[in-house]
């Protein structure tokens, strides 16, 4: 394997292939930094420009793309409360509190240097133990997928912040609207209401942006006040803004991030969507301060960005060890291949390996670019804040518009953006938390999908689901989590309410 990596190395490291990685970073990170616009929509426009390259430049370039299209979103996630990308939805809800208090430039350090330790560490597992794992993926069938599903719908207790109705009545908000348009299985249409509009459902991406970005442009232009940002002021920040005893507090968040990322970027179709969702709770749950959570602490940075990144080399274990694509990605990368004549799967290690090493290559030194890249720049992304909000608003609100009409070249999603968008606001005025709304919208297809593939492999039985292990061993799980988390919301509630029995005693 060392011979191999060090030929990978040897044909990528040329100054034609080191240009065109670092070309596919720079277009990713832009790519990522727009709301609406993806490394999907970046690989998708790119692809066919490696047609007339070699297949290692050709790969090396959509390499770059991949790793910059993900990362680039915690920028604005953090300047601006806006998710670039799917993966930056849970990089919000500490970034941008780090932000308000003035702490932009070590956020936007924290999520640059986390990105880069998770990428690198899923490509590392991808490099060395990538057959193996891909294998235990393979075992999981719809049994296990809507299992999984279930226990993930259970996290929405833990992102409900102080009211528990609320948070449960924003994830089945969520799974209302994952449900219109098109049946998964057999196509029928759903709640359209004759809007053919509605036919394929409401895009994710449409939906993060109205929540997340339209929905805090509406608030914003109601606060009189800039942002107070002690770093407005670029380049006095050090080095990535932190210091290594800071970094070396969160190795446990970075290891348990990262093994989650990389595990739920092998399952094909889940991705880094709910990757950094499911990170952040964990995070959250496991730490001693959580009622921290959501006020700017450092930590749920560290778990999403760690977690988003350490996706990408999950997604492509099973892409390069079975030829299954493990999200949309993937699917392009798959495509990509193809167009150089090679065949993804098994096969490709022994008839393409010099290929395969030099994807490893490339995406270990892309890797390296993004941060060297996001290092050169941090000084003056903070300088955003200091941009006045009736410049900067309109800006963003056509960057929104346009990412929402370049997903389908549809006028419908930039309406239904809008629609989101003051949805987003009204619910946060009634305290409604907006994250369950994004969990159950990403979960209920998968949960529903895999129930009725489950029920048409067991001609209907529902048996299977309970007595296939993995699949057991997950619905257990959810089992325990809900008792889990009733008994502690009563202790939470019998504590407060003797704190205020002693309050009014005093």
Known sequence: MTDMMLTGFMEILNIKSIILISLGVGVGLIFGAIPGLSATMAIALCLPVTF??????????????????????????????????????????????????????????????????????????LIFISPPLASIALKFGPYEY??????????????????????????????????????????????????????????????LIGLFAVSEIISATKEKNQINSQNVDGPKIKGFGFSLKELLAQKWNLLRSSLIGTGIGILPGIGGGTSNLISYIVAKNQSKNPENYGKGDPSGVVASETSNNASIGGALVPLVTLGIPGDTVTALLIGGLILHGLT???????????VVYAIFASLLIANVFMMVFYYMGI????????????????????????????????????????????????????????????????????????????????????????????????????????????????????????????????
């Open 52 to 125: 007339g390259m070699t297949p290692i430049d050709g790969m090396a370039l959509l390499m770059g793309l991949y790793i910059g299209g993900v990362s680039g979103g915690l920028v604005p996630a953090i300047l601006m409360n806006l998710p670039g990308t799917p993966a930056s939805i849970a990089t919000t809800f500490d970034g941008y509190p780090m932000t308000k208090k003035g702490e932009a430039g070590k956020a936007l350090g924290l999520g640059i240097v986390s990105s880069f330790l998770g990428g690198l560490f899923s490509i590392l597992v």
């Open 146 to 207: 809507f299992a999984i599903a279930i226990f993930s719908l259970t996290m929405i207790s833990s992102l409900s912040g102080d009211s528990m109705p609320k948070g449960v009545l924003s994830g089945l908000l969520g799974m209302a609207l994952a449900v219109i348009g098109a049946s998964p299985i057999d196509g029928n249409t759903r709640f359209t209401f004759g809007i053919t509009s509605l036919d394929g459902g409401f895009n994710l991406l449409a939906l």
């Open 344 to 354: 993804p799967g098994p096969t490709l290690f022994t008839q393409s390996g010099d």
């Open 379 to 506: 000084r003056w992304f903070v300088r955003v804040l200091s941009v006045p909000k009736y410049i900067l608003l309109p800006i963003i609100v056509v960057l929104c518009a346009v990412g929402a009409y370049g997903l389908n070249n549809r006028v419908f999603d930039i309406v239904a953006m809008l629609f989101f968008g003051v949805m987003g606001y009204i619910l946060q005025k009634y305290k409604f938390p907006l994250t369950p709304i994004i969990l159950g919208f990403i979960l209920c297809p998968i949960a529903e999908t895999n129930l009725l593939r489950g029920l048409m492999y067991s001609k209907g039985s529902f048996m299977p689901f309970v007595t296939e292990p993995i699949a057991a061993a997950f619905l257990l799980a959810t089992v325990l989590s809900v008792v889990f988390t009733i008994r502690k919301n009563r202790k939470k509630k019998k504590a407060q309410k003797n704190m205020t029995e002693e309050t009014m005693a005093g």
